[in-house]
């Protein structure tokens, strides 16, 4: 850049910087613009803005002018006496500046700035195409570097960096080359190492994207959490969605304690479900006499196969009844002389080719007690359970003898019967019967040996089994202190220290993040994917990264 001076007729001094190689007279023009300038208005610098980057277009567009005459400019400098330089060239082009500049432009400002190399990219957006299509035809071998050099060392055919890098550098030279001749060495440097530098910025960007974004969420467990999200039950955010900032959120509120207060949420709502999976109304506290009282109403159809007649059990049952006997008769076989297990005479005496299907409603009763009271502490879990097993074996008999003699009514009745019974025996082993508490974890360690738990019940010990630290019951947490007296120490340490008692306000912090772990605001977005950060996109698009291959010769001469 040159400076000038001037003198007033006042004797007042100014000083005007020009472009290299402006003449005394065009910063004299320079001078009188700015004396004559008037203060502007927004709308003044709105359009003094746009006149600059019309302007750095011109002298963009001028820049690959100049190039084109650079011969002619050599060649006078050589009439002249120069030699083989580029004096006269330079000199063109801050003419060029010094030009726009009496027009009212602003070399300096980044509107111009901006557009001149905006108008540079433009102009030269062909040259690395051009130079390819001409090697092809030259070496039709050297379709690598062609494709390289066409696309500035993005891609190369599948040849490896040297080609692209080789590639790139070609590039980099035409067209920093074409914008000014003595800027192509330094273009080719920095198009051979552009492709390095994206492809490491494309790494950066997906390994942040991964850390931003934690884990790949499967489409199962985003499935999960939809279903638990619908059920009602809320979810420690991180058990969910491992992101950065549910790992923030959750380490700052405490997840042990947010876990706790999930679960003492969610209780009601495994509660309610068990309700519901019994016909009751979800805010129906269950209780040991409620599960009796759901039994005695549904026993009600069993009654109603009282008078169906005889039943005449398929072999299926004498099986059911054999596989009950098996382990008891193999142990009398080895062991003669030991006393019989009841289970025997038990199963002995249920077996008969026909019987009455009152007999065999009132006999299901006495096994289905039977085993509640084996099943009693200090009772005989054999029996308990070889009970409950014929009582199931009698109930298929029925279901039998209800599709033979064509009742479909009283046989999906008797179903409907069975099935509800059958879910208070599973609610019950889940009950805390002080409480009213329903496990759900008790529910999903059934799922796991296999029982057929179906609809609610089934889902809350799903739940869970995904979220077993979202499914505590309260009476085993204790109590849920929502701050701790580290919360309280902290802060009043704090308020002590800066002589400022609104300190102690941050006691409720971690409470109130916890309350935002497990609201609505947080909860619903959990069943979404985690999508790609905006960073991680921008330098994985390839489309960008042509840019910055192509543009970086270009923008690094500037």
Known sequence: MAT?????????KYTVDGPEGATQEQAFAILQTQLKAPKTSLMDDVKQGAGNLAAGLVRGAGSIGATILAPVDIAKDALDGKGLSLASNRERRAQMDAGLQTMGAEPDSWMYKGGKLA?????????????????????????ALAEAISTAGMKAGGAGMATRMAGGAINGAVSAGMVNPEDATLGAMIGGAAPVVVKGLGMAGSKLGQMINGPAQSPAALKAVEDARALGYVIPPTQ?????????????????????????????????????????????????????????????????????????????????LNNIAAPFVKAAQG??????????DLVESLKSPSFDA????????????????????????????????????????VESHLSTIGSPDLLGQFRD????????????????????????????????????????????????NRFPKAAQTVEKMGSLPQSSPLDWAAAGSMAAATSNPLMLAGVVARPAARALSLSSLVQNRLSTPAGNSSLRQMLGNPDLQQLLLRSAPVAATN
């Open 4 to 12: 000038f001076e001037f003198t007033s007729p006042e004797g007042k």
């Open 119 to 143: 108008g540079e990219i433009a102009g030269t957006a062909g040259a690395g195409v051009a130079v390819a299509q001409g090697l092809s035809k030259v070496a039709p071998g050297a379709s």
């Open 240 to 320: 969910a969605k491992p992101t950065l900032a549910n790992r923030m959120l959750e380490g700052f509120s405490g997840k042990l304690t947010t876990a706790q207060n999930a679960s003492a949420k969610n209780g009601a709502v495994t509660d309610g479900l068990a309700a519901q999976a019994l016909g009751l109304a979800p805010d129906v506290k269950i209780t040991p006499d409620v599960l009796t009282n759901v039994r005695k109403a549904a026993g009600q159809a069993y009654d109603a196969i009282a008078n169906t007649g005889t039943i005449t059990p398929p072999a299926t049952y004498t099986q059911a």
């Open 335 to 344: 062991f003669p002389n030991a006393k019989p297990s009841p289970v025997l």
């Open 358 to 397: 009152a007999a065999a409603i009132e006999k299901i009763k006495q096994l289905r007690s039977a085993a509640d009271d084996a099943f009693k502490p200090g009772g005989n879990t054999d029996v308990a359970r070889a009970s409950k097993a014929a009582a199931n074996a009698l109930e298929d008999a």
């Open 417 to 464: 019967a069975r099935q509800l019974i059958a879910k208070t025996y599973t609610v019950e082993k889940a009950l805390n019967p002080t409480t009213g508490t329903v496990d759900a974890r008790k529910l999903g360690q059934m799922l796991e040996k296999g029982k057929p738990l179906s609809g609610e019940l089934r889902q809350a010990g799903e739940f869970a």
